[in-house]
């Protein structure tokens, strides 16, 4: 057995492998020697060995868990190695071993941070896992509405300058923990890498530890891996489904990624499903109604079904649209595959449970269906409505019974329930008629093979049928069957998944799987973060040489700093000292090129402090080309920096680096070798600075495009939806593209816009002269196309100063939602007392009546402001003919489609009073009609350009009946709703 004793032959493969044999024998007896090979091999020169001795532990783990405590000291030896090879299987050994015991991490949580980037993949995934963990138990929550989360360092290292909105000034209750900062930053690299569990767990890191304005930056790699195989894509789905039910904003933008195609599978297709039915709002909500007409025709019937649900789930919780889908779901009563019918009707079903007074000419057309359906569930659920509202359809409900009592013996078991459930609600409100009905389907029901009908038969008997022994149960009959019920809510298969941690297995079959560890709750007071500090870190480079390799560390703060923070000298590392103490650190007068102070790093530190003044003059020079031209490569390449260093942690500079910082030239690294070791250290310096300034002038453009080609996330498909960006037209050129085939309103060309009907003269209230110190601001909208940008609506803002000075630099601020898209007015530099201007502002409202919040400023003072418009205010009017009319309103039947009765005054029923109510309520254009009790009007939305054509028939018995059709059907919705209110009132 000595024989597998590691430690013997020269070669670390051999000891390793001999280890390995060793540790794959599954006899108790031989543990003793094991264990000691593990000590042995954890001691190891090699890091081979050492990586294999972690492996070994797991093994030997299992065997025997009596060796619990021996094994933790050799996981806490192991801890403290600083090979990126033994990172992730040391930290596995310590999950399955002892994954209670954080109190082993925080000396090395610094370490592993800054060593994750260079670990193995599968590495990574583990150890990621465990910081996740580690963060909840270690810092406080940055789940604060009024925080700040030391983003500074985070927006110029990875961003543009200018992204940076908080102003400085602000109240801050909340400090992000520079350690819990530190592995923030050093994952979100990894988002980048090409091993699909590298990134979920980055994704899942980040939705679990970082503050909620940060999460969205695992959106676009999530995205990503939807073009992988589709078990990927199913895992990926799973978590964004979880994802998209609390952050919906984050996924809005890329909805066009989660159509279904024809090649999915009908996992991947329900999840999709899913998803878009979570993302569903009151702006997007026409295209993804769209999108479900052709679901419904799939030929996949359990996705068909599936569909059918996810329209039902969107008019719950979208009351704009609940009439309009209701109305689509009974055209899906005449489909003829049964299974889209039997879903539709237990679809309708719920939805009619939350206004059911409006809807009972729906019941009576689903009887009349009633012997065409077959699905036992949608029978059953038609006998539920007859039941519940039979006092609506007093003449229908008897004849069902009567049809039901024909045919009860035949029935499924469901449809027998309901069918004695009908039966004892039509003895209590309609007796004369059922009763005899009513005993014949209960003397069935009582003899029936199901003992669960034959309880329900005998209860139901001696519930609804007084006698001498349950007189006093009889009384209560009517509040027991035919109580009100609460509408049902429909909400998704994911919304309680969020328990478990996104990306395990218990999260994908949703319960707690074996071994799955739980997130704990953020402390309430940090625990001490002086647990973390290494004891030792002091002088940094002293232990450089034993990794065996060039060392990685960076230099102290030079010019370059203002690229990884906004200002320059604010952001340090835990613990670090100041850069402009020369005393504190000789890296100060190094050169600002990486290269070269990983490599002069040690053989210059004892000539640097003497030649400290000289140098620094001969340099200053010589590096300002050279550091330009680094500082335009590093902002475009930022692979190259994934890991800031912090001082505070010794080992963050020698292996936090990301390996391609040290892919330089050869030739540069040769000759920065040799000059550093020189004996005339300003002669190395210039020599190299010479050569380093002219290979920086030579290739830098060549540079820059290779790592465009490889960055990853770099793909044109991924153009978000303009729900954030500026944009002239409210969807994206390539997803109009792929809509143009789904678009029910194809404008003719001979539609034009055309001036305003009327303009009303009604002003809004935008800023009163007591909140504005003074400054008074009304708004009305003038109803022209605007100047500015054509999908914007034209505001015109009066301005008036009520004080007894003048109001200096009147401008725009800050404006909500960012994506908000406004044309602002020119700052007026001076207001007078008592004057009043009017200024014009444009505003893309993206055909939504969402209000656009701005600030309005003066010189001194910022005051928060709202413009709400009116759903009418967002169209602009057309001209078209009665013909064109009549082709548009064919296309846009259906869902695009919404009516409603309204009862007017008998001398309102003529042209003029029609006219004049709906041109104030709408900015629309009243198109000929010939017939004299038709009147047509036309528009389309300002942001869009979709078309909204609007019918009012004059009926007799002083009725008119409104008809509004388009594509955008809440907003067809909300026009129907105050069309109604202003005729009804003319």
Not at 218 to 232: C, D, G, P, Q, Y
Not at 720 to 729: I, L
Request: hydrophobic fraction near 35%; charge should be neutral.
């Amino acid at each position: 057995m000595l024989h597998f004793l590691p430690v013997w032959d020269p070669n670390q493969l051999i000891r390793a492998s001999a280890l390995r044999v060793l540790s794959s024998i599954r006899v108790p007896i031989i543990v003793p020697i094991m264990m000691l090979a593990i000590k042995e091999a954890a001691s190891d020169m090699s890091p081979y060995v050492r990586k294999t001795s972690a492996h070994a532990i797991q093994k030997l783990y299992s065997l025997d868990q009596d060796q619990k405590e021996l094994l933790i000291e050799v996981i806490e030896k192991l801890l403290k190695d600083k090979s990126t090879l033994v990172a992730g299987s040391v930290v596995m050994a310590f999950e399955e071993v002892c994954p209670d015991r954080i109190d082993l991490i925080h000396k090395n949580y610094r370490k592993l941070c800054n060593l994750l980037v260079d670990v193995e993949e599968w590495g990574q995934v583990v150890i990621i896992s465990m910081l996740t963990r580690y963060a909840r138990t270690q810092f406080t929550s940055p789940w604060k509405e009024d925080g700040v989360f030391d983003e500074h360092s985070e927006r110029a290292f990875y961003e543009s300058d200018e992204e940076k909105t908080r102003d400085e000034t602000e109240a801050k209750p909340y400090m992000m923990d520079p350690d819990h900062r530190l592995l923030l930053r050093n994952t979100k690299p990894l988002l980048q890498s090409r091993n699909t569990a590298v990134v979920m767990s980055v994704a899942q890191l980040y939705w679990h530890l970082a503050p909620k304005n940060e999460v969205s930056i695992v959106t676009k790699s999530l995205i990503r891996l939807l073009r992988s195989h589709r078990e990927v894509q199913y895992i990926v789905l799973q978590n964004i489904a979880t994802m998209s039910i609390q952050r919906k904003g984050m996924f809005e933008p890329y909805m066009k990624s989660f159509y279904v195609r024809s090649t999915d599978a009908t996992h991947i297709k329900s999840l999709k499903l899913e998803i878009l039915t979570s993302l569903a709002n009151e702006a997007n909500i026409s295209t993804i109604l769209r999108e479900f007409q052709t679901y419904v025709k799939s030929q996949d019937k359990q996705f068909a079904a599936g569909t059918i649900q996810a329209i039902g789930r969107c008019a719950t919780n979208i009351s704009e649209v609940t009439d309009t889908c209701l109305n689509g779901l009974v055209l899906l009563l005449s489909n003829r595959d049964e299974t889209v019918v039997a879903e539709s009707v237990v679809v309708i079903r719920k939805l009619l449970q939350t206004q059911p007074t409006q809807h009972s000419d729906i019941i009576k057309h689903m009887a009349k269906l009633f012997d065409n359906i077959t699905v036992p569930m949608a029978r059953a659920s038609i006998l539920w409505l007859m039941g519940e509202y039979c006092e609506r359809v007093p003449k229908i409900a008897p004849d069902v019974l009567r049809k039901m009592a024909k045919s009860f013996t035949s029935e499924e078991d469901i449809v027998k329930l309901q069918t004695v459930n009908l039966a004892a609600k039509l003895y209590l409100t309609n007796s004369k008629q059922t009763k005899l009905l009513t005993q014949y389907i209960l003397n069935l029901g009582k003899y029936d093979q199901n003992y669960d009908i034959r309880d329900r038969t005998r209860f139901i008997r001696q519930l609804i049928v007084p006698n001498d022994k349950n007189g006093a149960l009889s009384k209560y009959a009517h509040r027991i069957l035919l109580a009100p019920k609460p509408a049902p809510v429909l909400k998704s298969a994911y919304k309680d998944r969020d328990r478990y941690q996104l990306g395990t297995l218990s999260h994908t079959i949703n319960t707690k799987a074996s071994g799955y560890l739980e997130l704990s709750d953020w402390p309430a007071v940090a625990p001490d973060q002086s647990v973390r500090n290494v004891e030792v870190i002091e002088p940094v480079k002293e232990w450089a040489p034993s990794l065996g390799k060039t060392g990685k560390s960076k230099p102290a703060k030079s010019s370059d700093d203002k690229f990884y923070s906004d200002s320059g000298e604010e952001e340090k590392g835990p613990g670090s000292s100041s850069s402009e103490d020369g005393s504190s650190s000789s890296s100060s007068e190094e050169s600002s090129s990486d290269a070269e102070s990983r490599v002069e790093k040690n053989s210059s530190q004892s000539s640097e402090e003497s030649d400290k003044s000289s140098s620094q003059s001969e340099k200053s020079s010589s590096e300002s080309d050279s550091d330009s031209e680094k500082k335009k490569r590093k902002t475009k390449t930022p692979l190259q920096k994934t890991v800031k260093p912090t001082a505070k942690d010794g080992d963050s500079d020698e292996n936090g680096n990301v390996a391609k910082e040290a892919n330089s030239s050869s030739a540069e690294e040769s000759s920065s070798d040799s000059e550093s070791d020189s004996d005339t250290h300003t002669d190395s310096d210039s020599g190299t600075e010479h050569k380093k300034k002219t290979k920086s002038k030579a290739k830098p453009k060549v540079e820059v495009k290779s790592m465009k080609e490889v960055c990853l996330l770099d793909l044109g498909d991924f153009t978000p939806a303009p729900v954030t960006q500026h944009k002239s037209s409210v969807l994206s050129p390539s997803l109009l593209g792929d809509l143009e085939g789904l678009s029910l309103s194809n404008v003719s060309s001979t539609i034009q816009v055309r001036g305003p009907a009327f303009v009303p003269e009604k002003s809004h209230g935008l800023l009163h002269r007591m909140t504005g110190k003074g400054l008074s601001a009304q708004y009305q909208f003038p109803r022209q196309p605007c100047l500015y940008q054509p999908t914007m609506v034209s505001v015109q803002i009066s301005l008036t100063n009520t004080t007894d000075h003048p109001l200096e630099q009147i401008h725009i601020g800050d404006r909500s939602p960012t994506g908000l898209n406004i044309h602002c007015f020119n700052t007026i530099e001076s207001l007078e007392p008592e004057a009043s201007v009017t200024v014009f502002m444009g505003i893309d409202f993206n055909d939504s009546t969402q209000a656009a919040n701005f600030q309005l400023c003066t010189k001194e003072d910022h005051f928060s402001v709202s413009i709400q418009p009116a759903i009418g205010e967002l169209f602009l009017p057309i001209t078209m003919t009665e013909l064109d009319f009549r082709k548009e309103q064919g296309k846009l039947l259906g869902m695009n489609e919404s009516s409603a009765t309204i009862t007017m005054a008998a001398e309102n029923m003529t042209s003029q009073p029609i006219s004049r109510p709906v041109a104030t309520v709408a900015n629309l254009g009243v198109v000929p009609s010939g017939q004299d009790n038709v009147h047509r009007f036309a528009g389309k939305t300002a942001s869009s350009g979709a078309v909204v054509l609007v019918t009012v028939e004059l009926r007799e018995s002083s009725t008119a009946l409104i008809t509004i059709n388009t594509e955008k059907s809440v907003m067809g919705s909300m026009l129907l709703r105050d069309l109604k209110l202003a005729l009804a009132q003319a």
